[in-house]
């Protein structure tokens, strides 16, 4: 997929040489870093220095919903950059004013208020101290098919194999099982999954408990759409036992569901919400905390004992304001929806062209394939918390093919950016579905 060559600057190889011997990558051993050097980005498509052109099937990380240099974004950032690109959280500005009052106009029921920060785990670790602050209880429930941060606190939240090795970590973080169980297991349907929750509580010492933090349709670790009457029913536990009820929309907000917020699918309104990612579509760094009135209330007469130097900075907040102008202007949230129905489509003919897709979802455009290598077993393809040869064969045949995606465990996520057209969603599955012959070739039964 070369379309262009390069023009100028570094080659990709120096880049990636001097990143790799100057700067450290997260989450790998640096000996297996292997970054794809990028020089500009469009629409869905991003190039290498040399000229290669990748579609981008996974937004980035899941962030980038709007598409990659919106000139519109970019402008309001620079403008913003030559009138005023720093000022101290304790004065504000007209930016602040304007983005505050857009996002109490979009943000689910009644939540009002925000708290800046700079990114998604920086938010769910203020999120967990003001649900502390406000109910005065200390234990937070999480889930463990769960991704919330990698900072101190949010990497404690996290349920999954991340959180290993950062432990011991954040005292007083209890984790529960979500409805859903790999691919050889049916989920729990909600009355199990909440009989479950209850029991925990219950065993936990329901007033000890401050906040159950969940993703209302859970992000790396599956894209696991809540059995219908779960999120419902988690709201009225919290609310009969005065928990608070924390939605982590980091990844699931901003349209990526085929909603504004994924809680809008059911209805469910909670006391606190963390966002990122989709709200300034990753362009520049920034989180928030969102709270309805009687968590704000308490903050009225009580200090918040939590702040941050980048609280409010006016770059990012005029890069969201300018995003969810994005949003409104295009109708992302309904083309989000309305290519969510062609994916299906397309998930449902490699689920019957290929032995070893053994299951697929989505909701919006945040989708996923789950491979499987025995149709008797439903054995994942790769183990939990593992990669298998296969699994990097595909992820492999995909970049060389021009599709970037991410490939994790058994599974292979489908989630562009919510301006992608029908064209451009056949050509990233017609890659997928070659990709796919790769792995049925190890298909039992
Ligand atoms: C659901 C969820 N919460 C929190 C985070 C952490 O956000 P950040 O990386 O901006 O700190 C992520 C990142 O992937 C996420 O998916």
């Known amino acids: ?15 990636v040489a001097l990143s790799k011997r100057y700067t450290l990558f997260d989450w790998q051993a640096q000996q297996n870093a292997n970054p794809i050097p990028v020089e500009r980005a469009e629409g869905v498509y991003f190039w290498s220095p040399d000229g290669k052109r990748y579609l981008d099937f996974n937004s980035q990380l899941m962030g980038v919903n709007i598409g990659h240099g919106d000139r519109r974004v970019v ?13 101290s959280p304790f004065m504000t500005t007209e930016v602040r004013a304007r983005l505050g009052q857009k996002l109490a106009e979009i943000l ?10 700079l990114g998604g785990a920086e938010a769910n670790e203020n999120a967990i101290r003001m649900a502390r602050a406000v109910t005065g209880r200390h234990k937070i429930v999480a889930r463990y098919r769960s991704y919330h941060g990698a900072t101190g606190g949010a990497i404690t939240l996290t349920g999954d194999p991340r959180r290993w090795p950062n432990e011991p970590g954040l005292s007083g973080v209890v984790h529960v099982l979500d409805p859903y169980h790999d691919p050889f297991k049916e989920p729990d349907d909600a009355a199990t999954a ?3 929750l209850d029991e925990t509580i219950r065993l936990e010492g329901p007033n000890t408990i401050a906040a159950f933090i969940l993703e209302p349709v859970t992000g790396t670790n599956g894209i696991l759409v809540p059995p219908d009457g779960y999120l419902q029913g988690v709201r009225e536990l919290c609310d009969r036992y005065g928990i608070l009820l924390i939605a982590d929309e980091v990844m699931a907000g901003f349209g990526r569901t085929g909603e504004w917020f994924a809680v809008n699918h059911w209805n469910v309104v909670p006391d606190i919400m963390t966002i990122a990612k989709g709200l300034t579509s990753s362009y520049v760094p920034l989180g928030a905390v969102a709270m309805r009135p009687h968590v704000a209330e308490h903050f009225e007469s009580n200090a918040y004992y939590g702040g941050l130097t980048y609280n409010s900075h006016p770059l990012a907040l005029a890069a969201a304001l300018a995003t969810i102008g994005v949003y409104e202007e295009d109708g992302l949230i309904e083309n989000a929806r309305k290519m969510g129905d062609v994916m299906r489509r397309h998930h449902g003919e490699l689920m019957e062209r290929h032995p070893s897709v053994g299951a697929s979802r989505n909701i919006g455009l945040f989708g996923i394939l789950e491979l499987i290598r025995d149709r008797t077993t439903l054995e994942p393809m790769a183990p939990f918390n593992g990669a298998s040869d296969e699994m990097k064969a595909i992820d492999r045949y995909l970049l060389d093919h021009g599709v970037y995606t991410m490939v994790r465990w058994w599974t292979v996520m489908t989630n562009p950016p919510l301006c992608i057209d029908e064209q451009q969603l056949a050509d990233g599955f017609a890659v997928i579905d070659e990709a796919l012959t790769v792995a049925d070739a190890s298909v039992k039964g």
Not at 1 to 15: K, Q, V
Not at 108 to 117: A, H, L, Q
């Open 1 to 15: 997929m070369s379309d262009r060559t390069n023009s100028a600057g570094m080659s990709g190889e120096e880049m």
């Open 75 to 87: 402008e309001a950032i620079s403008r913003q950059a030559a009138q005023l690109p720093y000022i």
């Open 108 to 117: 689910p029921g009644d939540i009002e208020k925000v708290f800046f920060t």
């Open 194 to 196: 909440l009989a479950y």
